[in-house]
């Protein structure tokens, strides 16, 4: 994912981070947002079971501030806990889900 431009030019810019996620903590997308109001989507924001039902994916969403030097070295995601119920519709209990973000400080 080349969220930072070819050259890095837009990690100055970058001020919000968010994955999509399905109910068992698989990555199904991610999005960059910009200081200058642009955005950069990859993957899918919805998790489709079939061509009638599809569910949103949980978006944690976590701050960086660009601006002033941090950058992202990694991320790691972990979901535990997670149950799922049948039915017509598929719905999720009790996810419990761990997102750390490692980020440098400086440029």
């Known amino acids: ?3 930072g431009g070819s050259q890095g030019e ?3 810019l970058l001020n919000r981070i968010t994955p999509f996620l399905d109910s068992g903590g698989l990555l199904r ?3 960059f947002y910009y200081d200058d109001g ?3 989507i990859f993957g899918s924001r919805r998790v489709f079971y079939d061509v009638e039902l599809s569910i949103p994916c949980l978006e944690p969403s976590f701050e960086i501030r660009g601006s002033a030097g941090e950058r992202i ?3 790691n995601c972990k979901a535990s806990g997670a149950t ?3 039915g017509p519709h598929f719905q999720v209990s009790n996810p ?3 997102l750390c ?3 440098r400080h400086g440029s």
């Open 29 to 31: 997308g991610m999005a």
């Open 73 to 75: 070295i990694r991320i």
């Open 10 to 12: 837009r990690l100055p």
């Open 1 to 3: 994912m080349d969220f």
């Open 84 to 86: 799922w119920s049948s």
């Open 38 to 40: 642009t955005e950069l």
């Open 101 to 103: 973000v490692y980020i």
């Open 96 to 98: 419990c889900f761990q």
